[in-house]
């Protein structure tokens, strides 16, 4: 859905991005609109489905979460029901931080955040490699992340 947005729609959005934590006066203060004002849009901006969720950003290090995998996955035989029951797995694993359908040599990539490489091993082997849908799995581990803000490029909001 498309919802026009204006500058202070995107100053209000760039504010929530660094920390969405803000109430309605603190975001006014920033972005030069009385609270009343930010609550509307931020309002229009959620039925929009612009604003998709409000969440904590969390440390994965801190959680005993060090490793981050970045899998990749070819299909065998690609019909709409391996893909459904592919996408319906991975969506129900919470080790997966991100898929991905893909053009190319692979299908899919997943971005996949665990305690260590055992808990990777058995993903792979023991939920990804057994689907029969599932032909090739290929996986890359992070030993370093440069940047991990996920903030979108809003412009010069």
Do not use: C, W
């Not at 993903?123 to 940047?147: F, W, Y």
Request: net charge negative; glycine share 6%.
């Amino acid at each position: 859905m498309n919802v026009a947005l204006d500058s202070f729609d995107l100053k209000l959005l760039a504010a929530l991005q660094e920390n969405a934590a803000l109430t309605n006066a603190d975001l006014g203060e920033v972005i030069g609109l009385s609270a009343s004002q930010v609550s509307r849009r931020r309002q229009k901006l959620e039925e929009g489905q612009v604003i998709r969720r409000y969440r904590a950003d969390l440390a994965p290090d801190a959680l005993g979460l060090t490793v981050t995998a970045f899998v990749g996955v070819t299909l065998g035989a690609h019909s709409r029901e391996n893909a459904r029951k592919f996408r319906n797995m991975v969506t129900a694993m919470p080790e997966v931080q991100e898929a991905h359908t893909l053009t190319g040599d692979l299908d899919y990539m997943l971005k996949i955040v665990v305690p260590d490489l055992k808990a990777l091993s058995r993903i792979i082997n023991d939920e990804l490699l057994p689907q029969e849908a599932v032909n090739n799995v290929r996986s890359s581990i992070a030993m370093d992340t440069l940047k991990d803000d996920n903030l979108l490029p809003l412009g010069r909001a």
